[in-house]
T-cell receptor, first 112, second 115 residues
Framework: KNEVEQSPQNLTAQEGEFITINCSYS?????LHWLQQHPGGGIVSLFM???GKKKHGRLIATINIQEKHSSLHITASHPRDSAVYIC??????????????FGQGTRLTINP | EPEVTQTPSHQVTQMGQEVILRCVPI?????FYWYRQILGQKVEFLVS????????KSEIFDDQFSVERPDGSNFTLKIRSTKLEDSAMYFC?????????????FGPGTRLLVL
């Protein structure tokens, strides 16, 4: 069964800083999800990626399948980026229901 | 853009009472999921549902839990006799394809408090 670990658990930065959140997982997978959880608790899917890099606005996600590692970067961070960022991976490499195993989340606070 | 919806957003109930949490997945999606997040803990998988039956369930999903897709649009999670430890945020998610990798779309969650 896959284990997903994130670092750091908490991150505080000043507006404008470049942010990196890391995720590692134990079982080889074909794709990984990055999610954002708002202060109210709702979850939004940011990325699903299986190789290389994806970019959406100021968010960039990278993955190295061989090293079982992914990073989420935020450029020119803004206070509205403050949220919990969660990575999630399929529990197994077997195709099928694709239930997700979640990391513990990284609480990001961007100060003005 | 289509989205997953959940009702209610908040529910407070007494221990031992039955609750039904409702979800409307995205209309052309085929796989449905319930996850939960106890305050301060990781999100954890409860159950997945495909072709009108459970495809996988976790150890948490015991006989007190059941899921149903009664009318082709709603997807419900029932907790028969709630316990204090059932207090959590419950998320519904749906996915389009039956094979390969596909993004799961999450609903906004239902916050359940059992007193």
């Amino acid at each position: 069964k896959n284990e997903v670990e994130q670092s750091p658990q908490n991150l505080t930065a000043q507006e404008g800083e470049f942010i990196t959140i890391n995720c590692s997982y134990s079982v080889g997978i074909s794709a990984l999800h990055w999610l954002q959880q708002h202060p109210g608790g709702g979850i939004v899917s940011l990325f699903m990626l299986s190789s290389g890099k994806k970019k959406h606005g100021r968010l960039i996600a990278t993955i190295n399948i061989q090293e079982k590692h992914s990073s989420l970067h935020i450029t020119a961070s803004h206070p509205r980026d403050s949220a919990v960022y969660i990575c999630a991976a399929p529990a197994t490499i077997i195709q099928g229901a694709q239930k997700l195993v979640f990391g513990q989340g990284t609480r990001l606070t961007i100060n003005p | 853009e289509p989205e997953v919806t959940q009702t209610p957003s908040h529910q407070v109930t007494q221990m031992g009472q039955e609750v039904i949490l409702r979800c409307v997945p995205i209309s052309n999606h085929l796989y449905f999921y319930w996850y939960r997040q106890i305050l301060g803990q990781k999100v954890e998988f409860l159950v997945s549902f495909y072709n009108n039956e459970i495809s996988e369930k976790s150890e948490i999903f015991d006989d007190q839990f059941s899921v149903e897709r009664p009318d082709g649009s709603n997807f419900t999670l029932k907790i028969r006799s709630t316990k204090l430890e059932d207090s959590a945020m419950y998320f519904c998610a749906s996915r389009k394809r039956t094979s390969g990798q596909e993004t799961q779309y999450f609903g906004p969650g239902t916050r359940l408090l059992v007193l």
